[in-house]
């Protein structure tokens, strides 16, 4: 991964031939939105968001946009999970097109993770095809979800089966926007920060353990984070856009966290996506040692490290009743990755050490998810 250093803003590019993009990080992005979305040409912008971040970031943004000449049309849907549902995305594409939105327009994805996946997959299929920006509010979706072109919804049969990669013209990531996320949000973010250490590069996990707590106060030790966040996943990115080689290590934690997700029906009061994400990349790592592929060492300094900052690493601290082992193996076997019915992990031989693995047999899954769950 590139080298990491310190600056107010960031500029990262998604380097993609004709579709490349930036990624902007930096304080009040929001309120300069519209400068950055005229430059892109078009003449109606249609805002995506939810009824959260309306409530906070849509005055600004709105008022920016018609600052520099933009028609500015809304929809705004149902905080949470839930909304990544086909009832929602039909309600979304009818907002857009009766709000007359063209194909030489754009929309705006301002929300987090949700909203971001929502929208762009919106984008995809209004018109054939509209321009999207991305204008996440949580550290998750400034960090992952939008970054990579990956947009969707959930089945109810799995997380994300249903989607398209669509990416977007431009990323605006506010960091002055976190500053309003509430604390449990904040960390299930900074799960996927600390996966990128955990994938390749130990350097940063180790700096992670020993500045997390400036990560979380805000200044440029967030910037830092974020902006060597999202170098990691657009390098990724741009070596596997549609995710058939290593694209696929960015689902470290996942497979066992869209499980445990799937078998709590996407109820937000139980597990949010990072929270999963923690789990399973704890997970990821119990099993690693379990199959003899990583030492127990660094599995407890993965617990020891997403515990110090108070983020759930079993299933068991799930609230509520869950399934058996055999639950959470059948929600597994709808996973995206899942290939000539063959579930694909991704292992890891150490810290920074991860790989992709399609040969774990069933009967080794199970008995792990049987101990899991004990």
Known sequence: MTAIHVAD???????????????????????EAGAHVAALGARTIGVVTDENVAAIHLPA???????????????????????KSFETLGFVVDGLIAA?????????????????DLA?????????????????TSLLAQVDSSVGGKTGINSPRGKNLIGAFHQPSLVLADTSALDTLPPREFRAGYAEVAKYGLIDDEAFFGWLEANHA??????????????????????????????????????????????????VAYDGT?????????????????????????????????EAHLAAVGLPTSPKAVPGPLGGPEALFRHMQQDKKVERGRLT???????????VS??????????????ELA
């Open 120 to 136: 762009g997959f919106a984008a995809a299929i209004l018109r054939r095809g509209v321009r999207c920006v991305q204008a996440p």
């Open 270 to 302: 139980r597990l949010i996506h990072g929270e999963g994400v923690a789990i399973g990349m704890a997970m990821a790592f119990r099993f690693s040692a379990a199959l003899g592929l990583a030492a127990p060492a660094d599995a407890r300094r993965v």
């Open 214 to 263: 400036e990560v979380f106060a805000g200044g440029p030790a967030r910037t830092r984070a974020i902006a060597t966040s999202c170098r990691a996943k657009a390098g990724v990115v741009a070596r596997d856009e549609h995710e058939h080689g290593d694209r696929a290590l960015l689902n470290l934690g996942h497979t066992f966290g869209h499980a445990l997700e799937a078998e």
């Open 61 to 83: 943004v709105a008022a920016s946009l018609r600052r520099h000449g933009l028609t500015v049309e809304t929809v705004i849907v149902p905080a949470g999970e839930k909304s």
């Open 100 to 116: 007359r939105v063209e194909r030489g327009d754009v929309v705006l994805a301002l929300g987090g993770g949700v909203v971001g």
């Open 358 to 371: 399609r040969d774990v047999e069933a009967a080794q899954v199970m008995a792990f998810l049987e101990s």
């Open 345 to 355: 992990f991704i292992l890891a031989h150490g810290v920074g050490q991860s790989f």
């Open 9 to 31: 803003d960031e500029r990262v590019r998604v380097a993609l031939a004709d579709r490349s993009y930036d990624i902007l990080i930096g304080r009040d992005l929001l309120a």
